[in-house]
């Protein structure tokens, strides 16, 4: 059993930055893929960012060189780093993780809204 908790989110205006954490409990942080998805009002849930077990990372095309994924396998958390921030970034941004994508288990969400 892998229990996921977000932190981070709020409010903030276009063009600026916040730091998503997930803090992961059990055993296999190390080995499973973690990955953050949104949902916005209205629409499905999609990914946003994943990096494995060795740190390979992928972005979804809309955030490519604006958010970065990372992970500190010693503290079993998970961050999103997002910078120049817009307005269609507003959701409700969710940790996941597993073997497979999406993994088996998510964090509660945490509220991500830029105001333009």
């Known amino acids: 059993q892998v229990q996921l908790v977000e932190s981070g989110g709020g409010l903030v205006q276009a063009g600026g930055s916040l730091r998503l954490s997930c803090a992961a409990s059990?055993?296999?942080?190390?080995?499973?893929?973690m990955a953050w998805y949104r949902q916005a009002p209205g629409k499905q849930r999609n990914l946003v960012a994943a990096?494995?077990?060795?740190?390979?990372?992928n972005y979804e095309d809309s955030v490519k060189g604006r958010f970065t994924i990372s992970r500190d396998n010693a503290e079993n958390t998970v961050f999103l780093q997002m910078n120049s921030l817009k307005p269609e970034d507003t959701a409700v941004y969710y940790c996941?993780?597993?073997?497979?994508?999406?993994?088996?288990?998510w964090g509660q969400g945490t509220q991500v809204t830029v105001s333009s």
């Open positions: 996941n993780a597993g073997f497979n994508l999406p993994g088996l288990y």
């Open positions: 059990g055993s296999r942080f190390s080995t499973v893929v």
């Open positions: 990096i494995t077990s060795g740190g390979r990372t």
